[in-house]
Nanobody, 127 residues
Framework: QVQLVESGGGLVQAGGSLRLSCAAS????????MGWFRQAPGKERELVAA????????YATDSVKGRFTISRDNAKRTVYLQMNSLKPEDTAVYYC????????????????????WGPGTQVTVSS
């Protein structure tokens, strides 16, 4: 059984940076596609960034391109989301997720593809 736990959230001023971490425990991780999602109050959960199991392919949604970077360290069983130039509209609960059915080079882009989720970490950006 794989478990995901996020950390690194907090309160930051606009223009600041945070790095989120997602630590995985259990048998599956190093070959699976993973992603970061976020959900703001009253809004649907949305994909922020995704990374392939190999780590060689990544995806970022348009609103965070050039500001957020997803990466992974399979030896440490950890996925990261580096968030720079944060804006108040980035305020949300951020979730790490894993697609147990996709391995290798591809990224998973749809919410329904992810079947394992962490509990989330709050990110608040003040103006």
């Amino acid at each position: 059984q794989v478990q995901l736990v996020e950390s690194g959230g907090g309160l930051v001023q606009a223009g600041g940076s945070l790095r989120l971490s997602c630590a995985a425990s259990g048998r599956t991780f190093s070959t699976n596609a993973m992603g970061w999602f976020r959900q703001a109050p009253g809004k649907e959960r949305e994909l922020v960034a995704a990374i392939s199991g190999s780590g060689s392919n990544t995806y970022a949604t348009d609103s965070v391109k050039g500001r957020f970077t997803i990466s992974r360290d399979n030896a440490k069983r950890t996925v990261y989301l580096q968030m720079n130039s944060l804006k108040p509209e980035d305020t949300a609960v951020y979730y790490c997720a894993l697609d147990s059915r996709r391995t290798g080079w591809g990224t998973s882009r749809a919410l329904f593809e992810y079947d394992l989720w962490g509990p989330g970490t709050q990110v608040t950006v003040s103006s």
